[in-house]
T-cell receptor
Framework: DAKTTQPTSMDCAEGRAANLPCNHS???????VYWYRQIHSQGPQYIIH???NNETNEMASLIITEDRKSSTLILPHATLRDTAVYYC?????????????FGKGTRLSVIA | DSGVTQTPKHLITATGQRVTLRCSPR?????VYWYQQSLDQGLQFLIQ???????AKGNILERFSAQQFPDLHSELNLSSLELGDSALYFC???????????FGPGTRLLVL
């Protein structure tokens, strides 16, 4: 079972920041927070991941609370092409195999 | 473009038949993961190979099998197909077993 809780859906106006929350209250110290998105029925696309520090790349920013029990993915200037299902995934960072466990994600609709 | 390729893109077959799905990982990636996405079950991990060896199994049916070849490409074999096997099948690859996974575009299987 997924170890994260996300809102089912969200809307965002084009050009505005999209802030997608994720709750992972049972996260362990050696678990990363990963974000992927899936546009229509395409393959999931990696966005960003982090352990405890905030992270930023060319696609998004990831803000993780100090207690690590929740995080927010920020798309700074959402476009229509950002309409997708966004998955927040907790994944062990230790040795050995750790497949991704997907929940239902948040369906983000960017509106013109 | 993630660098992961999957063939075929679409596959239509009949119940009871057998099909083979193919995945070529990104250059340099040793791990290959297979996932199934159906309407009612969401994205589910099936099986993982690392450098030719099976490393983890998820919700993979006994009618399904996979292998990874010396050139690191992987094949997922689905036999005695049932209507319920209709789904999107995604392959993902990563450098090792803990690194970020990158997904291919998927194979859409329709069993009639």
């Amino acid at each position: 079972d997924a170890k994260t809780t996300q809102p089912t859906s969200m809307d965002c106006a084009e050009g505005r920041a999209a802030n997608l929350p994720c709750n992972h209250s049972t996260i362990s110290g050696n678990e990363y927070v990963y974000w992927y998105r899936q546009i229509h029925s395409q393959g999931p696309q990696y966005i960003i991941h982090g352990l405890k520090n905030n992270e930023t790349n060319e696609m998004a920013s990831l803000i993780i609370t100090e207690d690590r029990k929740s995080s927010t993915l920020i798309l700074p200037h959402a476009t229509l092409r950002d309409t997708a299902v966004y998955y927040c995934i907790v994944r062990v960072a230790g040795p050995g195999n750790t497949p991704l466990v997907f929940g239902k994600g948040t369906r983000l609709s960017v509106i013109a | 473009d993630s660098g992961v390729t999957q063939t075929p893109k679409h596959l239509i077959t009949a119940t009871g038949q057998r099909v083979t799905l193919r995945c070529s990982p990104r250059s340099g990636d040793l791990s290959v993961y297979w996932y199934q996405q159906s309407l009612d079950q969401g994205l589910q991990f099936l099986i993982q190979y690392y450098n030719g060896e099976e490393r983890a199994k998820g919700n993979i049916l006994e009618r399904f099998s996979a292998q990874q070849f010396p050139d690191l490409h992987s094949e997922l074999n689905l036999s005695s197909l049932e209507l319920g096997d209709s789904a999107l099948y995604f392959c993902a690859s990563s450098v090792g077993q803990r690194e970020t996974q990158y997904f291919g575009p998927g194979t859409r299987l329709l069993v009639l």
